[in-house]
């Protein structure tokens, strides 16, 4: 009896460990200063989701991307926007995991919530 209880407690422990992240939709400001470069940042913080020569979010190249998009220019071609986002994430190091898909927002959307900061325009 007992190798079978120890056998089902293994099973659980693996099955907890392994299992994926649940989706989520973020949504916020959507910032891309300069190449490669890019953060959500929606009421819970900023989040990671691409760094310059570093970490790029799985799924970020390829999601698709909904809506019309409203981005301030602030270096050229680069700025931010206001979108919502199905990603995972790890929120102990406010890393976006993998992104789903993209929605663009109309940029009012951004800042009329009060739980989001001002982005200066």
């Not at 099973?11 to 910032?31: D, F, I």
């Not at 909904?66 to 926007?81: A, K």
């Not at 800042?111 to 001002?118: E, G, I, R, T």
């Amino acid at each position: 009896m007992r190798p079978a209880l120890l056998i089902a407690a293994m099973l659980v422990a693996t099955a907890c460990v392994t299992s994926p992240a649940l989706a989520e939709t973020r949504c916020g400001w959507l910032v891309n200063p300069t190449p490669a470069n890019w953060w959500l940042i929606d009421a819970d913080g900023e989040w990671t989701i691409g760094l310059q020569g570093g970490y790029q979010a799985p799924g970020f190249d390829d999601a698709p991307w909904e809506g019309t998009r409203e981005q301030v220019p602030v270096n050229g071609y680069y700025g931010y926007e206001c979108a919502c986002m199905v990603v995972t994430s790890d929120a102990d190091t406010m890393t976006i995991t993998r992104v789903v898909s993209v929605r663009s927002k109309p940029l009012k959307a951004c800042k009329d919530d009060p739980k989001l900061p001002s982005m200066g325009s």
